[in-house]
């Protein structure tokens, strides 16, 4: 089976930065793409960027507003998200996701799940 297995996650403060890191197992893992969702306590799980392990084509959710950059490392297959200028809207539960996609991405395009990581940033 294919696992992925994130780390990165943290408290920090409004303004303050985090890396988040997802690495998938498996020998035979073959995605077309990753990419990271969020779930904050009470609300859906919403989409934040993906980013295709081949050529690194990204699509990022508007909210990202530049803030966030998404990486990879095909040979590696690993995703990155870089997090800059936090604040507490950003709390949330940060889930990596292997992905058929990355335009109008829904839970629907994903084929597996990391285990989730959390991000709190303090007021």
């Known amino acids: 089976q294919v696992q992925l297995v994130e780390s990165g996650g943290g408290l920090v403060q409004t303004g303050g930065s985090l890396g988040l890191s997802c690495a998938a197992t498996?020998?035979?893992?073959?995605?077309?793409?990753m990419g990271w969702f969020r779930q904050a306590p009470g609300k859906e799980r919403e989409f934040v960027g993906a980013?295709?392990?081949?050529?690194?084509?990204?699509n990022v959710a508007d909210f990202v507003k530049g803030r966030f950059t998404i990486s990879r490392d095909n040979d590696k297959h690993t995703v990155y998200l870089q997090m800059n200028n936090l604040t507490p809207e950003d709390t949330a539960v940060y889930y990596c996701?292997?992905?058929?996609?990355?335009?109008?991405?829904?839970?629907?395009?994903?084929?597996?799940w990391g285990q989730g990581t959390q991000v709190t940033v303090s007021s």
């Open positions: 498996g020998r035979t893992f073959n995605s077309y793409a």
């Open positions: 996701a292997s992905l058929r996609r990355i335009q109008a991405v829904t839970t629907g395009a994903v084929d597996y």
């Open positions: 980013i295709t392990m081949s050529r690194g084509n990204t």
